[in-house]
């Protein structure tokens, strides 16, 4: 095999001695244990002054990028922790070099991944590296509830608006410990001003215009809308009660309460206080409004049991000028009726279930995925395995976000044939398979409301 060899020293200065293995050295080990092992070095990286904590290396990358450009076979170093310090960096890594087709030869420990017995310590290291991220999910959650439970941390990035943290210790690094949340004296009032007029009647439009002048929001530096979702959920948080949970642990009286619990009553369950209706929709995900080009979702039914596409109109950059409306009913069977003589002009037929299967398998792909970086990021790792090695796993987890973001977008993308009859278009979930295998989107134009309706255009694959 051609490899390519790779060294690197954590620190060189004037080290000596016999824990300090000088690059010369390294590579006279790899030179000779991989002409005993019958292979070929043909090129060399190294790293100096860089620790093996992390795989964000400038040699370490280069040497992947030999592999995967198909100009080397794999990589081989003196020693393992020459490669990375960490199991789960070495699983990683080695999970790299195999979607590219290489391989991993370790003098030190006889590890080559290309063998049957380095498959098979490949495996073990997947294994403890999977081992090593339960336990510290697991630290994670048994910190998390000492925190909530006896100091009334409230647990998240971001307080919610109208409160602060406060801190109550530091650790040996420096980074502070959190107690309960106060108060804010200038967010707080606005909160509890928010609570009261929303259980007064007032309407989220309404209430984001208020907020937009009262409290503007700002992110990463930027100033942003308040939109009809956020407010949803805003209006959803125990934290205005006093809460603190997450998972299992939960502190009803974990800091002061913003609001009385009246008014949160008031809020979840009297109308038009109460958020609207919000029910399963045929063509979710799938249609756009013409003025702003966000999402159209399906609101409430009225007390007829009718109901609408319609879009949000604000949104975090700004508000739509010319926000769509149509009736759920009329969209719904136009976009049925189209589909209908698009199947009968295909020759093509086949798809029954295996679109909606690949998509929920997605779907759970991502959330997955998203769960992964969440307790990366919560981990508490930082101070323990420092920065460099913190970012590398952060990077890794973003990117398999990334990679679970587009095998949900390929799963839509049309696939070899379609066998459905169009009598089955009024089975829900044959309907959304073969939408999902035609449609890219529906885009809907607002009419002037008097001679001229809202326009339906379908953009097919």
């Not at 309404?206 to 100033?223: H, I, K, S």
């Not at 045929?282 to 007390?303: I, P």
């Not at 199947?343 to 995925?369: K, P, S, T, Y």
């Amino acid at each position: 095999m051609r490899l390519i060899g790779y060294t690197r020293v954590s620190r060189v200065g004037d080290r000596e001695g016999e824990t300090f293995i000088s690059p010369d050295v390294q590579r006279e080990q790899i030179l000779a244990g991989g002409i005993a092992h019958g292979h070929e070095i043909i090129g060399w990286e190294e790293d100096l002054n860089r620790s093996g904590k992390d795989l964000d290396r400038p040699g370490i990358e280069a040497a992947f990028r030999w592999v995967e450009a198909g100009a080397a076979d794999g990589i081989a170093t003196a020693r393992l922790d020459r490669f990375a310090r960490t199991t789960i960096h070495i699983a990683s890594g080695v999970e790299r070099l195999e979607k590219a087709g290489g391989v991993l030869v370790a003098l030190d420990v006889g590890l080559d991944t290309s063998t049957p017995t380095g498959k098979l310590m490949r495996g073990m290291m997947g294994l403890l590296a999977e081992f090593e991220l339960d336990r510290i999910r697991a630290g994670w959650a048994v910190a998390n509830a000492k925190a909530i439970e006896e100091r009334g941390t409230y647990i998240s990035h971001t307080p919610p608006p109208g409160y602060r943290r406060t801190v109550v210790d530091s650790r040996s690094d420096g980074t502070p410990v959190y107690g309960p949340l106060e108060i804010d004296p200038v967010e707080g009032p606005v909160i509890r001003e928010l609570f009261k007029r929303r259980a007064k009647g007032a309407s989220i439009g309404t209430l984001c215009a208020w907020l937009d002048e009262e409290l503007p929001r700002v992110v990463a530096g930027e100033e942003r809308k308040w939109t009809d979702s956020i407010l949803r959920h805003l209006f959803n948080r125990e934290a205005y009660l006093g809460v603190s949970a997450r998972g299992d642990a939960r502190n009803e009286n974990a800091h002061p309460a913003l609001i009385e619990k009246e008014t949160w009553d008031k809020i979840q369950t009297s109308r038009p206080g109460a958020p609207r209706e919000w029910t399963s929709a045929l063509l979710a995900g799938f249609l756009r409004c013409h003025g702003c080009g966000y999402a159209v979702v399906r609101a409430g039914k009225d007390k007829h049991g009718r109901y609408a596409y319609r879009c949000t109109r604000r949104h975090a950059k700004g508000v739509c000028e010319a926000p769509a409306m149509i009736s759920g009913t009329r969209l719904e069977e136009y976009v049925r009726e189209a589909l209908r003589e698009r199947m009968a002009a295909d020759a093509r037929v086949e798809i029954r279930g295996e679109l909606g299967a690949r998509w929920d398998a997605a779907l759970q792909g991502v959330a997955e995925a998203e769960e992964e970086l969440r307790v990366w990021i919560n981990s508490g790792l930082l101070s323990k395995i420092g920065e460099d090695a913190f970012v590398a796993g952060f990077k890794e987890r973003e990117a398999a976000v990334d990679a679970a973001r587009l095998e949900l977008e390929e799963t839509q993308q049309p696939e070899e044939g379609l066998e459905v009859e169009t009598s089955e278009l009024t089975d829900p979930g044959v309907f959304r398979s073969v939408l999902r295998h035609y449609v890219e989107h529906v885009e809907i134009t607002k009419g002037n409301g008097k001679r001229e309706s809202s326009k339906m255009e379908i953009v097919w694959r």
